[in-house]
């Protein structure tokens, strides 16, 4: 029987925990779909055989829709607190979301109305069951996004990175949106685009078929 070489396990354990990190980022970054055949030409994009065809929304530079009239909740210096408020309105069938505020506290955010007054009553009607306390109102012209294209002074670029960097220190975790579980990839972008006025749809195959093409 030959005896095992250690220089030699070690190098199988590495490249397998190599291909394991392949996998899970593949997994993440892009929706499963059909390989198509690779060109031999030295530009190509080896990412680019992965995907599927451009949808043809896409390919005519469909840009992401903006947000509407949006709800917002909670000043928590605790992230617990900004958490169980979000289960508790995603167990309502709201699609509510927490982040970590320029200010340090932890706020929730929910609701995109293309008017003042339907997010208005729908946050009262949740202040009345007792669901949310003081709220307010985001308008659509107080987004990054909005200010910038008004003003044309900024970087819509810059805003999203400073946003996603608020994240910093949460782990990441497959398939997770709350402080919990941690924020998984699509998650962390859903919230970084939604909060500079972008709706980006929050699974990343959605995400993928949404917004202008980028070849």
Request: net charge positive.
């Amino acid at each position: 029987m030959p005896l095992k070489n250690p220089q030699h396990n070690k190098l199988t354990r590495s490249i397998l925990a190599l291909l394991i990190m392949v996998m899970i980022l593949i997994g993440c970054s892009t929706p499963t779909a059909p390989k198509r055949a690779s060109s031999s030409r030295s530009g190509d994009d080896p990412i680019a055989v992965l995907l599927k065809e451009v949808p043809a929304a896409q390919q005519r530079g469909t840009p992401l829709k903006k947000m509407g009239y949006s709800i917002q909740v909670g000043a928590f210096a605790s992230l617990d607190n900004a958490v169980r408020l979000e289960q508790r309105l995603e167990a309502r069938g709201i699609d509510a979301y927490y982040f970590r505020h320029e200010s340090g506290l932890y706020k929730v955010r929910f609701a995109n109305h293309a008017n003042y007054q339907p997010a208005r009553n729908e946050a009262e009607r949740l202040q009345s069951q007792g669901l949310i306390d003081t709220f307010f109102i985001v308008f659509p012209e107080d987004y990054a996004a909005a200010r910038i294209k008004r003003s044309g002074k900024g970087n819509l670029r810059s805003e999203l990175v400073k946003t996603a960097k608020r994240f910093i220190g949460i782990p990441y975790r497959w398939g997770g949106t709350t402080a919990k579980n941690g924020f998984d990839c699509s998650g962390l972008t859903m919230v970084s685009y939604r909060l500079n006025g972008l709706n980006l749809p929050r699974v990343s195959r959605s995400q993928f078929k949404a917004g202008k093409w980028i070849a």
